[in-house]
């Protein structure tokens, strides 16, 4: 058996690349100007004979960009393609599911918890109840800042002030809505010094009806 021994001395043979870069006759020029904005890159480079790549920096040496309506209408052509792709023949989908994701799908009558098992229902309901703790966070740090708030959530609930407006309510005090710092007294209030002190305290202002009025 023979061997061929490395030779550090021997010259390293490396193949030519062709630098030379492709130039567009006037005429080729003229026609990408003309279709480049609403034809495929693909087409544009076939029919020029060249690379998408020479076709990229070519378009941008001459400032060429995409027709946006013709982009939208692209992209809307390639939603219905794959939505037709997904439904298949006719089966609205049913028979391209994964079949690996039946077991986790949700079927009328079983709970998560015999769907999922106990130990993945009790990550599930750890990973939402600290969700729902970061977004209380965040919007604790918006109400603290000033800023509106982002979600529904009931954030910073002060039991004593609901319970001063509930105090207000039954001694016919008005409060225009749910959770307002406002509440009115006309003649049919009972009105208590002890009971707006606290309320006051709580920075619940009491005024008159009558000044809803005058504004």
């Not at 609403?38 to 004979?49: E, F, M, P, Q, R």
């Not at 509106?148 to 004593?160: A, C, S, W």
Request: proline share 4%.
């Amino acid at each position: 058996m023979s061997y061929i021994l490395y030779d550090p001395e021997a010259p390293v043979y490396r193949p030519k690349r062709d630098t030379t870069k492709i130039v567009l006759t006037p005429e080729q020029e003229d026609w990408l100007c003309e279709h480049y904005a609403t034809t495929y890159n693909k087409d544009c480079a076939a029919h020029l004979g060249i690379s998408e790549s020479s076709l990229h920096r070519h378009a941008r040496r001459l400032g060429l960009k995409k027709d946006p309506k013709w982009f939208y209408q692209v992209e809307l052509l390639h939603c219905q393609m794959m939505a037709d792709a997904n439904r298949g023949s006719g089966n609205h989908g049913i028979k391209n599911l994964l079949i690996y994701g039946a077991p986790h799908r949700f079927k009328k009558g079983v709970t998560s918890r015999e769907r999922l098992g106990d130990e993945k229902e009790r990550q599930r309901l750890e990973k939402s109840a600290a969700t729902r703790r970061e977004t209380i966070r965040k919007e604790r740090m918006r109400i603290n800042w000033g800023f509106e708030q982002q979600t529904k959530l009931k954030i910073g609930h002060d039991r004593k002030r609901a319970m001063t407006r509930y105090a207000l309510k039954k001694r016919g005090y008005i409060i225009p809505e749910r959770g307002s710092r406002v509440a009115y007294w006309d003649s049919n209030t009972n009105r208590s010094p002890i009971v707006e002190q606290h309320a006051t305290d709580r920075g619940i202002t009491i005024a008159s009806i009558n000044t809803i009025a005058s504004i």
